[in-house]
């Protein structure tokens, strides 16, 4: 372990995006970010949702999109493959909206 210049470890904790999600704006950016970024990453782009749907609490999220809370975890999970109209569910459970603009 590295260390500082005090001589005391160096310690690391998981980075959890969802912990720092905290507007509707910060979460449509996180969002947005991937789809501009990587929009042929499927998984990322479910991951992106469950990072969202997580930090706004999945329990509530899962509610407002008619889903069960363990289908939502399945389908936002990195080995997830949500269907396009769970997406849609949850997008709106979510507050956000997906924008279409030319390539």
Known sequence: ???TASNK???TSP????E???TPAEMAACLDAWLDE???DTAGIAKALGNIARAK????VA???GVSRES???ALSADGNPSFSTVLKVARALGVKLHVSAA
Do not use: E, S
């Open 38 to 40: 990587a929009p042929d």
């Open 1 to 3: 372990m590295p260390k």
């Open 15 to 18: 980075y959890d995006v969802a």
């Open 63 to 65: 509610k407002d999109a």
């Open 9 to 11: 470890p160096t310690t």
């Open 57 to 60: 609490g999945m329990t509530q």
């Open 20 to 22: 720092h999600l905290r």
């Open 72 to 74: 939502l975890y399945r």
